[in-house]
């Protein structure tokens, strides 16, 4: 089954400048691709359908993965290792983008294997699209930051500041409302009674974190994971509404409209459950993700 920004700012600092070169060398590697790994069989059993065993046991077929955006350091270590553990299974690049945009694609027919949002509403999505095998499970969570240039020139310490800056002049960038982060942003702002325009409202989390690291923007709303991934390009601010704004992410199996007529879904079976593993929990743990 075969699935079918960057302005950098003199004077941030190599650590931004290096951050964006390789994320736009990572966007661009999984731009075109549909992504989520599927879940296998367990050792010497045979499938069904697509997914063959090898004679050592081993799963044997294709794997696609859509995955939020957020998810994209983790999720490129756990293919990794799925790799590495089922040789006989060819992964395609994982699709990383907005979870509605992912949702979107999927219920317009794209085919992958496993989905897994930066929410709920948007599995909702997939689910009420009736193109989801099974029940989702949630596997981690996630908290919001404020995202600033290193040393925090603009003195940024709350969504109040945030919110002064924006109307000051200063450049703030939100995801849209409809992503999982914007929908997220909107919350922590309406719990701190704030409201702010923003420069630039984008489709995914990772455009709002590069439009921070690169300079093009002062300040922007990202997940704390993606801030601490970013190798210290961007600084994140810990603000209370936060914590009323928490995202679950959950993560499920497609059906086989989706995987295709040839995949009995044993491979995206056993990628949730390296997901869900404690392999999969403690790479998410180190990433800042937190425990369901």
Known sequence: ???????????????????????????????????????????????????????????SGELTVFAAASLQQVFDQLVAEFEAQNPGVTVDPVTYDGSSTLVTQLTEGASADVFASADQNNMAKAVDGGIVDGDPTVFTTNTLQIAVAPGNPEGISSLQDLADLAAGGGKVVLCAAEVPCGTAS???????????????????????????????????LVYRTDVQGSDGAV???????????????????????????????????????????????????????VAP
């Open 186 to 220: 909107h919350t922590a702002l309406d719990a701190a009674g704030v409201s702010l325009t923003p420069a630039s409202e984008e489709q995914n989390v990772t455009a709002v974190l590069t439009k921070v690291a690169s300079g093009e923007a002062d300040a922007g």
């Open 235 to 289: 600084e994140g601010v810990d603000f209370p509404e936060a914590a009323q704004a928490v995202n679950q992410y959950p993560i499920a199996l497609l059906n086989q409209g989706a995987r295709g007529a040839d995949d009995d879904g044993s491979i995206g079976r056993a990628f949730i459950d390296l997901v869900l593993s404690d392999t999969g929990q403690q790479v998410l743990a180190d990433a800042g993700f």
């Open 1 to 59: 089954m075969t699935r079918s920004l960057l302005r950098t700012t003199v004077g941030r600092g190599a650590a931004g400048a290096a951050f964006v070169l390789g994320l736009s060398l990572a966007l661009a590697g999984c731009s075109s691709s549909a992504d989520e790994p599927p879940a296998g069989t367990p050792t010497g059993e045979s499938p069904s359908g697509g997914a063959d065993t090898t004679p050592d046991g081993d799963l």
